[in-house]
């Protein structure tokens, strides 16, 4: 579709060049053709969103582009010229600049030295400080963070301001060509739109940027075209105004999906699993007080800081409580550390599984045992056969791709890590789970299969609070919410009266609650 290639340089019919033109380009791993002959384009002062599931290839594709690989085959085009990308840097040279998910930042050094970092000005053989923090200025001030202090350190920011940091970093680099992967993953919807504003003044000023993302609504609001890939293939581009989310997700996955967000139907029993009362960490949470009940997906919600990820820390006994009881099933409970929430059957899917959640360079098998092989041991030696067992109900259970228990996690795309992940708590037996952002990163048909295994989950008697940015995602699964506003319970919102604006509206500190119970 669009204008017609001249396949020998990059140029279309009309002689508008195209800022990247990728050209029948494969990349083949042992046994596996991950990018097959793909065609990619992009125009100068264009956002195209690149798509795809979890290991469609969009990953492999943008290594190419970044010099990671230098045995591609297929031709790309930068500005209309022909060049060889078999390094980062030659990939740098070419005007290419990367934004990844996982920032590159290191947080105990100075956003100076991070912005400049393999290139600080020198005077004589010492840095020259005052000029790198005239420069570090200027690019802050491309991002709109022209009030930070250069000297800081990363870990004093917000993670929105580490983002534009970031991509302040890229521009330093003179880049034609922006990739950003997944940039509002960890973000508010009040940064998104920040977020947004930078990336339109990068198009306005002539900018290529290929944005990278699994949110649909993100690409109707900033995408002006969009590509999607289907395991390694070209599935087809076009215009996001000439589309809508539907024929874009039928795209992804080959087949339509329904609509994932479809409210289930309630499980909750009278019975409460889990009561929290005045719990208190100061600094991070203050008297805070929730009932959870059997069978009840209860989501804690409030804007970030409002201190969600650390009740849950605390409740497993990674972090300790000032003051307040927390009682599960009817006892007063206090874990000391994780090991004992498990026993006692609370669990904890984290944000971070990369770092936390997973150990990426062991098997599928050992990730999803590893909270239970004590309980499998007889003596010294493990009963290998029931564990293999369990391994392969689990990961079949989360539809893992490959269904390999001897796979290296590592080897596996995003989603089908995070597949694993849940896979884990399945199998660890925990009644109650507490899942934060269980699907962020992750594709559309990801994101069915955790919904389906958590409406699943709750179904037969378990239990789950949820701690989730996805306002779609807890109106469509959670049973009730319950909001923080800096670190305190101001109200809870029952299932009848649950909207996205009402839950934005709790969290800004505006409307009427009833109590925070059942």
Known sequence: MGKEINMSSGVNSTGQTYALDMQKVSKRFPGTLAVDKVDFRVKKGEVHALMGENGAGKSTLMKMLNGLFNDYTGDIYINGEKKLLHSPTMAKEAGIGMVYQELSLARRISIYENLLVGRLPK???????KKAIEESKKLLARVGLDYIDPTMDVSEISQCEAQLVEIAKTLGFNPSIIVMDEPTSALSSDEVERLYKIIRQLKAEGFAVVYISHHLAEIFEIADNVTVMRDGKLVGSCAVADTNPDKLVEMMVGTPVKNFYENHKSMVQDEVVLKVEDYTHWGFFHHVNFELHKGEVLAICGLAGAGRTEIARALIGVDKADGGKVYIHGKETHFRNFGEAIAGGLGYLTEDRK??????????????????????????????????????????????????????????SGGNQQKVLMAKWLAAGVDILILDEPTRGVDVNAKQVIHNVVKDYVSKGNSVILLSSDLPEVVGLADRAVILREGHTIGMIRKKDMTENSILIAANGEGEFVSCQK
């Open 123 to 129: 005077k004589g053989i010492f840095v020259d400080k």
């Open 355 to 412: 770092v936390v959640g997973l150990a990426l360079n062991q098997t599928v098998g050992d990730n999803v045992t590893s909270c239970i092989i004590d309980r499998n041991s007889n003596g010294i030696f493990y009963n290998q056969k029931k564990l293999n067992g369990l391994i392969d109900e689990k990961i079949n259970e989360m539809s893992v791709y490959p269904a390999d228990r001897d796979r290296l996690v590592n080897s596996f």
